[in-house]
C-alpha cells in the first residue's frame, strides 16, 4: 500500500545499527525496522531494555547513522541532510543537560543562545514556556535546587526553546513522581493537541502508551506490532481476569504462585485482587486459594505482555536467603521511628514522622519528589543523623549503636551505588569485604549472588556498561551478600521495564517469606499494592497510612468513585496542600 509521505513526519524503512561491544561481539541493537509516525500526532514507542528505542531516537536525532536502511525526517533524508533535520526537531534524552550550578533563566538562556533565538523572540518564548511548565516563580533558583519533577519540565522547557516541529522524548516521566508525571502530560497532551506537535515518546510506563493515537511495540531491535493502543489491548482479548485470593493470603503471595503456572502470561496485584492474563487455554489448575475469578476488560499492559510473551518464555528466578529468619517472632518490631526530625539550616526535611515495620512486613514510603523520602531512609540506615527524635533498627538505637545496626541491614540506593569502572563479579568482591565476609565465605557469596540473580555471563562486563534492569539485579546482589534482617530499597525499580519490575517483585515476596523485612519507595504507585502497608509524605509530613486499601479507601471518599492508587495519592497530597494552604491564608488574616 502506497504512503503519502507529506503526512508523515517518520519514515523508517529497513533499518539495521550495530554496535561493537567490549568483548569484541556484534549487538544488533536495530534489526530491520520499519513503520512511519503521522504529522500532528502522539506516538509511543514501548519495548523492554535493549528493545532499539534510544538508539532509534538517536538515529531520528541525527546524532548517529544508521549502519543501512532508509530514514526520513519529514521527507530529509537522515543523515544526508541532518543540519536540517536538527533544525526542525527538540530532543529530550533520559539525561537531560541541564547545567545545575546555573538558574533556571541562565539555563534557558543558555540554550537559546546554542539555538541562535534572538532576545525577542527568547522573552516572548519564555513566557510561553514557563506558564506551561509553571516554572515562572522559580527564574531565579538554581537548576540543581529543583525538584525532579521541575529538572523535567526545565529540560522539556529548554527543548523547546526554538518551537520545533518534531519532539522527540526518551523516557521523560523516569523518575518522577505521579503529580509531576500528571503535569508532564497535560503539558505533551497541550503541545500536540493546541500547536499541533508531532511527539515519539519512549516510556516504561505502559499506561502512557493508552494516552497516544499510534504506539510501536519493540524487542530485541525489531518492531512486533504497531497500531493503535486499542490494537494491541486486543491481544489479549478473552485472557485476562481479576482473581481475588482466600482468606488470610496475602495477593503478592497468589501473585508469585500464578506466575509460575504455565498457562499464565502475567500477574499482577491490583486492589487487593490479582490481574491475570492467561495464554488463553481454559482455567484448570489456577483456582487454588482463590476465593474466585472472573474476567475483565483487558488493558494495553495485558496486550503488551501477551505480544512478547510469543517471543520469550524466561521465567525470573527468585533470590533466596540460605537460612530463614526466625519467624517465630513475626510481630517484632524491625524498625521504629519516633518523632523523627531532620533539619539542613533553617529547612526541615523530615517533620516529625512516626512509623513501625515489623518482621517479614513490605513497608511502602511513598510520596513527591523532595517530600523527605530519601533523607529518612538515610537516616534509617546510619547515613545521616537525626536532628530530633528516636530510631530503632533491629533493636538497635541507632543513636548509639550505628556502626552495629548497619551491619544487620541492606541498602540499594537511587542511582544504585556501584562503581562504573569495576566489573561484576569485582563489585560483588568489593561489597562482600566492605560488609567484613572474608576468605571462602567471601567466595561464597560472590558465587551465589552471580547465580541468584543471572549474572555469571556478565562477570566481566563492566558495571557502568549494563542495561538498567541488570544494574539493579547486580545493586541487589550487593545488598543481600551478608544476608541482611531489613533492606532498605530507595526507588530501585525507576527506569525498569515491566520484566525487571515483575522480577523484582517475586525477589522481594520470596525474601519477606522468608523473615527479611523491607522497606522500600517507589514512584510506581501500582508497586504499593505489594506493599502490606505505607506511609504517604509530603513535604516531611506523614499525610496517610496503613494498607493499600486503607489508601484507595480515604481516597475514594474524598472522589466519590473506586480510586487507583494513582488517584488516591494525588488526591491525598493535593487535599493536604489545600488543606495548607488554606491555614496560611487564614493565619495572614488574623494577623
Given at each position: ?356 515495620v515489623h518482621r517479614g512486613e513490605v513497608f511502602g514510603l511513598l510520596g513527591p519528589n523532595g517530600a523527605g523520602k530519601t533523607t529518612t531512609f538515610r537516616m534509617l540506615c546510619g547515613l545521616l543523623p537525626a536532628t530530633h527524635g528516636k530510631l530503632r533498627v533491629a533493636g538497635l538505637d541507632l543513636g548509639r549503636a550505628r556502626a552495629s545496626a548497619r551491619e544487620r541491614l541492606g541498602y540499594v540506593a537511587q542511582k544504585f551505588s556501584l562503581y562504573g569502572i569495576l566489573s561484576v563479579s569485582e563489585n560483588l568482591d568489593f561489597f562482600a569485604s566492605a560488609y567484613g565476609l572474608r576468605g571462602t565465605r567471601r567466595r561464597e557469596r560472590v ?117 487507583t492508587m494513582e488517584d488516591a495519592f494525588i488526591t491525598i497530597v493535593l487535599e493536604a496542600r489545600r488543606n495548607e494552604t488554606n491555614r496560611r491564608e487564614e493565619r495572614g488574616a488574623t494577623a
Amino acid at each position: 500500500m502506497s504512503v503519502d509521505v507529506s503526512t508523515l513526519a517518520i519514515l523508517a524503512r529497513g533499518v539495521h545499527k550495530t554496535f561493537l561491544q567490549e568483548n569484541g561481539d556484534v549487538a544488533h541493537a536495530l534489526n530491520d525496522v520499519s513503520f512511519e509516525v503521522r504529522r500532528n500526532a502522539l506516538t509511543a514507542l514501548v519495548g523492554p531494555d535493549g528493545a532499539g528505542k534510544t538508539t532509534f531516537l538517536r538515529l531520528a536525532a541525527g546524532l548517529m547513522n544508521a549502519n543501512s536502511g532508509e530514514l526520513r525526517i519529514f521527507g530529509l533524508v537522515v543523515p544526508e541532510r541532518s543540519q536540517q533535520v536538527q533544525a526542525r526537531i527538540g530532543y529530550m534524552p533520559q539525561r537531560f543537560g541541564l547545567y545545575e550550578d546555573l538558574t533556571v533563566r541562565e539555563n534557558l538562556n543558555l540554550y537559546a543562545d546554542l539555538h541562535g533565538v534572538g532576545h525577542d523572540e527568547r522573552e516572548a518564548r519564555y513566557q510561553t514556556l514557563t506558564e506551561m511548565t509553571a516554572l515562572g516563580p522559580f527564574m531565579q533558583r538554581l537548576a540543581g535546587r529543583l525538584s525532579g519533577g521541575m529538572k523535567q519540565k526545565l529540560g522539556l522547557a529548554c527543548t523547546l526553546i526554538r518551537s520545533p516541529e518534531l519532539l522527540l522524548l526518551d523516557e521523560p516521566t523516569v523518575g518522577v513522581d505521579p503529580l509531576s508525571r500528571r503535569d508532564l502530560w497535560e503539558i505533551i497532551l497541550r503541545l500536540v493537541r493546541d500547536e499541533g506537535l508531532t511527539v515519539v515518546v519512549s516510556t516504561s510506563y505502559l499506561d502512557e502508551a493508552e494516552r497516544c493515537r499510534h504506539a510501536i511495540v519493540m524487542y530485541e531491535g525489531s518492531v512486533l506490532m504497531q497500531g493503535s493502543p486499542e490494537d494491541v489491548s486486543r491481544c489479549a482479548a478473552g485472557c485476562v481476569f481479576l482473581a481475588t485470593p482466600g482468606k488470610n493470603l496475602a495477593a503478592r503471595a497468589v501473585q508469585t504462585r500464578l506466575l509460575g503456572h504455565p498457562q499464565v502470561v502475567d500477574a499482577v496485584p491490583e486492589a487487593g485482587n490479582v490481574r491475570v492474563v492467561t495464554d488463553g487455554s481454559p482455567l484448570h489448575g489456577l483456582t487454588q486459594g482463590l476465593a474466585s475469578i472472573r474476567p475483565t476488560r483487558e488493558r494495553f499492559e495485558d496486550g503488551f505482555m501477551c505480544l512478547l510473551n510469543k517471543l520469550t518464555t524466561k521465567r525470573p528466578r527468585v533470590a533466596l536467603v540460605e537460612e530463614p529468619i526466625a519467624t517465630g517472632l513475626s510481630n517484632e518490631p524491625m524498625v521504629e521511628v519516633q518523632d523523627l526530625v531532620r533539619r539542613f539550616g533553617s529547612f526541615t526535611a523530615v517533620d516529625h514522622v512516626n512509623f513501625t515495620v515489623h518482621r517479614g512486613e513490605v513497608f511502602g514510603l511513598l510520596g513527591p519528589n523532595g517530600a523527605g523520602k530519601t533523607t529518612t531512609f538515610r537516616m534509617l540506615c546510619g547515613l545521616l543523623p537525626a536532628t530530633h527524635g528516636k530510631l530503632r533498627v533491629a533493636g538497635l538505637d541507632l543513636g548509639r549503636a550505628r556502626a552495629s545496626a548497619r551491619e544487620r541491614l541492606g541498602y540499594v540506593a537511587q542511582k544504585f551505588s556501584l562503581y562504573g569502572i569495576l566489573s561484576v563479579s569485582e563489585n560483588l568482591d568489593f561489597f562482600a569485604s566492605a560488609y567484613g565476609l572474608r576468605g571462602t565465605r567471601r567466595r561464597e557469596r560472590v558465587t551465589w549472588g552471580l547465580e541468584q540473580f543471572d549474572l555469571t555471563q556478565l562477570a566481566a562486563h563492566t558495571a557502568g556498561l549494563l542495561p538498567g534492569g541488570y544494574k539493579q539485579r547486580l545493586a541487589m546482589a550487593a545488598a543481600l551478600l551478608h544476608e541482611p534482617e531489613i533492606l532498605f530499597l530507595d526507588e530501585p525499580t525507576s527506569g525498569a521495564d515491566p520484566f525487571a519490575r515483575r522480577e523484582f517483585w517475586q525477589r522481594i515476596t520470596a525474601l519477606a517469606e522468608q523473615g527479611v523485612t523491607v522497606v522500600v519507595t517507589t514512584h510506581f504507585m501500582e508497586e504499593a499494592e505489594y506493599c502490606d502497608h505505607v506511609v504517604i509524605l509530603d513535604q516531611g509530613r506523614v499525610l496517610a497510612r496503613g494498607s493499600s486499601a486503607d489508601i484507595r479507601g480515604h481516597a475514594a471518599a474524598m472522589t466519590g468513585h473506586e480510586a487507583t492508587m494513582e488517584d488516591a495519592f494525588i488526591t491525598i497530597v493535593l487535599e493536604a496542600r489545600r488543606n495548607e494552604t488554606n491555614r496560611r491564608e487564614e493565619r495572614g488574616a488574623t494577623a
